[in-house]
């Protein structure tokens, strides 16, 4: 039986005055060592070194831009109120839904899910808590009975056969990634890379297989922090995403003139220009990209799909056809001038893209269309709605958070999948502002309970 201190070694407080003092002058008096510890205070040790070794990792400064424009927190209506002020018409057959005012506390700020006719928010660094969608309240975290007991992915997908949930959590203590249900022959596992010079590595792991069983391709260095889709074409198990080089976690180090790095970072630069600097320029400007992983060579064959005039992400698609080879997707195109600016991703349009056919005159890049908003409107929350009964993968809708800075007014916005670039079919104006955010999701009503 091991004997350790009492109490807590550390204080608990990770303030940066209480951290630059030498660890080993908290050490508590000695006739604390001794006692048996109880396993709530070894929780504790581990949670201030994780915090300690965090704020001596990374410096984190105030970024005034989140608290401006409709980046800046909102005070919540606090009760379901009826929209009334609709332009244009939501089609007869558009499912019914609910909007989702996200709470901004206890780590559930990144995105909503549904299952099991019950609705989640999330973060990555926590358990997803159970909320009642009809007024928002918190019913508590799920730890889905018992079996998970670490943080749990913003980026659940739902296998459209089975209905299977598929999650998987990172962690900073061992095991470092677990993998929840799946559904289909293979697992995608990608890893994000955000240190330059290191290796990226793109792991296949069949349905019933374990770790060990892992197929491990290494390719050119990246960070991909949203995946499009990944299926199965012949030999070769395709993955799409949006990928960049760098990462915005944790932004510009410390003693970097911020307003600059994030000029370069979201603007795209050519490799080849003077004085080029792969750490900073183009760093954050996300483009869709295919590897293709061939398990029988195990060769990889990977490029960049469009070029180099738009960055996008937050993608979104039809999940029918999650696992499965598609032929579309829809992203949020950035507005890399003003993102420069404020240091945040503003994003000023949706793009479709489709990956069967070429861009004209262009055999290299796919066809891509785009939806423009007005001057000064940004978007948010991207979301594919599918039409009930409808057969082509692009029989649908894009339903999105459109906000005008101008006028402070947000609406939901209603695009025709296949008349994309035409105006939006419907405008609904909100009572209030809704601020950026990470993630949105479209519950049809009948979905939950
Ligand atoms: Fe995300």
Redesign the pocket.
């Known amino acids: 039986m091991q004997w350790v201190p009492a109490a807590p070694i550390f204080s608990m407080k990770s303030s940066s005055s209480s951290l630059s003092q030498p660890i080993s002058k908290k050490l508590k008096k000695p006739e604390q060592v001794g006692k048996k510890i109880p396993f709530e205070s070894l929780k504790a040790v581990f949670a201030t070194l994780v915090n300690a070794f965090v704020n001596s990792a990374f410096k984190f400064g105030e970024n005034h831009t989140i608290l401006q424009g409709n980046f800046a927190p909102v005070d919540e209506i606090g009760e379901a109120v009826v929209i009334s002020n609709i332009e244009g018409q939501i089609p007869m057959d558009f499912p019914e839904g609910i909007r989702f005012g996200k709470t901004n506390k206890d780590n559930g700020n ?2 909503i899910f549904q299952h099991g006719k019950k609705v989640y928010t999330v973060a990555e660094d926590h358990l997803p808590y159970e909320i009642n969608i009809a007024n928002l309240d918190t019913y508590g975290s799920w730890d889905i009975n018992g079996t998970w007991n670490r943080p749990f992915t ?2 659940p997908k739902v296998a459209p056969q089975t209905g299977e949930l598929i999650i998987m959590g990172s962690d900073v203590k061992k095991p470092y990634y677990v993998l929840g249900v799946i559904s289909g022959k293979y697992i995608i596992l990608t890893f994000i890379h955000f240190e330059k010079d290191k290796e990226s590595r793109i792991g296949v792991m069949a349905r019933y297989g374990d770790a060990e069983s892992i197929i491990w391709f290494q390719v050119q260095n990246h960070c991909t ?2 995946l499009i889709n990944s299926f199965e074409d012949g030999d070769e198990v395709v993955v799409r995403g949006c990928r960049t080089t760098g990462s915005f976690i944790p932004g510009p180090s410390y003693k970097t003139d911020e307003y600059q790095w994030y000029q370069r970072a979201y603007r795209y630069t050519s490799i080849e220009s003077e004085g080029f600097d792969p750490s900073v320029d183009s760093a954050i400007f996300p483009r869709p990209y295919e590897w293709r992983l061939n398990l029988k060579t195990q060769k990889v064959t990977e490029a960049f799909l469009t070029g180099t005039e738009y960055a996008m992400d937050f993608p979104t698609m039809n999940s029918n056809f999650l696992g499965y080879k598609n032929k579309y997707a829809y992203t949020q195109v950035l507005d890399s001038a003003v993102s420069s600016k404020s240091g945040m991703p503003n994003f000023k349009m949706f793009a479709k893209l489709s990956f069967d056919e070429k861009e004209k005159g262009n055999g290299q890049f796919i066809k891509e269309e785009y939806h423009r908003l007005e001057e000064g409107t940004f978007c948010s929350g991207l979301q594919f709605v599918g039409k009930p009964g409808g057969v082509d993968e692009d029989d649908g809708w894009l339903v999105c958070y459109v906000h005008d800075e101008r006028r402070n007014v947000s609406q939901v916005y209603l695009v025709d999948a296949r008349k994309f670039s035409e105006e939006p079919i419907a405008k609904i104006t909100l009572p209030q502002r809704v601020p950026c955010g ?2 949105a999701s479209f519950i049809p009503k009948d979905s939950f309970s």
């Open positions: 990144t995105s913003s980026h922090f949203h990470f993630h």
